[in-house]
């Protein structure tokens, strides 16, 4: 008898992860793959259907037979029961796409489709840093800034499965304009694209402009890795970008604890790295602003799954599938 | 057979309501009495124990025997659990106060003890503008900002019950000074205390400083109902103070639509009376920085129950007492 299973893929702006995960959470195949975001609607689709048939059958090569479920993770607001993606500026330009209804047809199996920060905090909560616990905030710091919440131990959908966008909390009513049409979101401070808004407002460029050699990687696009070896280096500059990312981070961590009164704030994501750099004014924030009660019960932490919590948080969502509680 | 029933009772910082409330939400007989805030934290927690006392004596003689469980809500945070109201500024300087374990001693019977804001948010989905609605934000505008929060049909306790300080987001970090330590807070704006900041500060007037006749009820205290009727006949200050709480009301029901994803959210409370003159700045707000998806799928309500909703919602706790999730 083969072990039970389940896919999870995680679709990421630039690449896709997909995994065999055992019931229990352990990967047992990786596979990775680009995700051309950049294509149409349909054509991002077809591509990640045309990964998840190489998975299935990699696996089934290997003896692991077929999954007992399929999961897809995704950015982006989507409702979880239509599996339809309502806003994904990133990916495909899907708005109002029937992801689900697209790859069930592809595939000719039952799909899972969930917010990729859901997943993850699924993830961290299965096999993570969140793992026993049953009140958590994720926050995912990467190109944006994600969510994903676990009240009493169960995922909050919300309506339709849009809960969760703790990126899109306003932490300034004043502050820059972000990607969601918003201005002064969490999102507008604390991810790469806030960051790099950050470093332009400091240099007086306008947006979009070339940065120092420093802060770009090898694609000339700037880098939060090369901007965290600036602050190492005692880069004035980077050291006030990442305080004002801390700063904002704080204000916003602050207000989900006295909303939520959780266990644990998990933070994932390539920026999460410079946390270090922007600990500081966060912590002095989460101080000033939570109660006490409340901030003394709860412990903020990095994420444990790194790369791999999309796809395992992806497998789990599609062993466990949401239903309209 | 006498009908089953529970007492609820409501600790506002000036009255006690109290009532018999049916197994299926109906107020049988209510009570009302001075709560004596105050008075220091045992005489404010024996006075509310001589209105139960009084209330079931009351019942008794009727002929509806005795209550089948007995609720108690109380403002500020309080870990739900252990019936330990954390801090309540305004109501007998309890702090860390074991409130339940002095109720149950006094009355010689099990107590539950609940936040007043989630009371009313229970009371409201058991009877009210939320009833049968599964994803509910409530909003409670009175001398503060409480809040109450229903995922998936529950009320959101967090790891001890002191979940939904919705009143205690940031909703700018440079605002004016909150009673909860922190500044910027919605209850900074959205509130009579808030309003009456916003007054004072339009008028040059030091925080508690006499305020103009129209504005102050006949304690010399100042009135939100004052403010409204002011704002009726076209007041510029009056209409500029509402401007104001509504533009940040609107900021933080915004996030809350992100967060949450819910179908409803409930305003009730003094201020809430006062929403007409909110409305605009508001909406205007909600509709630029939630997700178009997400507000679509949410109305904006006022609470349905009004002074009852306390007291109905302290029974519906003491009805389905908390477990740990």
């Known amino acids: ?27 047992l195949l990786m596979e990775h793959g680009p995700s051309h975001a950049s294509r149409q609607a349909a054509a991002v689709a077809e591509n990640i259907a045309a990964q998840l048939t190489h998975l299935l059958d990699t696996a089934r090569r290997r003896g692991l037979g077929s999954p007992r479920a399929i999961g897809v993770a995704v950015p982006g607001p989507l409702n979880v029961y239509s599996g339809t993606v309502m806003q994904a500026p990133h990916v495909g330009a899907w708005r109002g796409y029937s992801l689900r209804r697209k790859l069930e047809a592809l595939i000719g199996r039952m799909v899972v489709v969930e917010n990729d920060a859901n997943a993850w905090a699924l993830g961290e909560c299965w096999r993570g840093a969140a793992r026993g616990r049953r009140d958590v905030v994720l926050l995912t710091l990467g190109t944006g800034v994600g969510g994903g919440l676990i009240v009493g131990g169960k995922l909050v959908h919300g309506r339709s499965g849009m809960a969760g966008e703790l990126g899109h ?66 880069d004035k500059l980077a050291l006030e970008a990442f305080a004002t990312a801390g700063y904002y981070l704080g204000i916003a961590i602050a207000s989900f604890l006295n909303i939520f009164n959780p266990e644990l704030v998990v933070i994932g994501g390539g920026v ?27 412990k ?10 999309g796809v395992v948080g992806a497998a789990y969502a599609a062993l466990h599938p949401p239903t309209r509680s």
Chains 1, 2 share one sequence.
Do not use: H
Request: with cysteine.
């Open 1 to 27: 008898m083969t072990r039970a299973w389940a896919a999870g893929l995680d679709m990421g702006g630039t690449n896709i992860r997909c995994a065999a995960v055992s019931a229990s959470g352990d990967v």
């Open 169 to 234: 909390v306003t932490v300034d009513p004043d502050g820059p304009r972000c990607d969601c049409g918003s201005n002064g979101c969490l999102e507008s401070y604390a991810s790469a694209s806030g960051l790099r808004g950050l470093v332009e407002q400091r240099l007086g460029l306008s947006p979009g402009a070339p940065l120092p050699a420093q802060i770009i990687d090898s694609g000339g696009n700037f880098s939060v890795r090369g901007l965290s070896a600036q602050a190492r280096r005692g």
């Open 272 to 298: 999460a790295g410079a946390i270090p750099y922007m600990r500081k004014t966060m912590m002095t924030q989460v101080r000033e602003r939570a109660f006490t009660a409340i901030a003394s019960q709860a």
């Open 300 to 309: 903020i932490v990095r994420a444990a799954l790194g790369p791999r919590g």
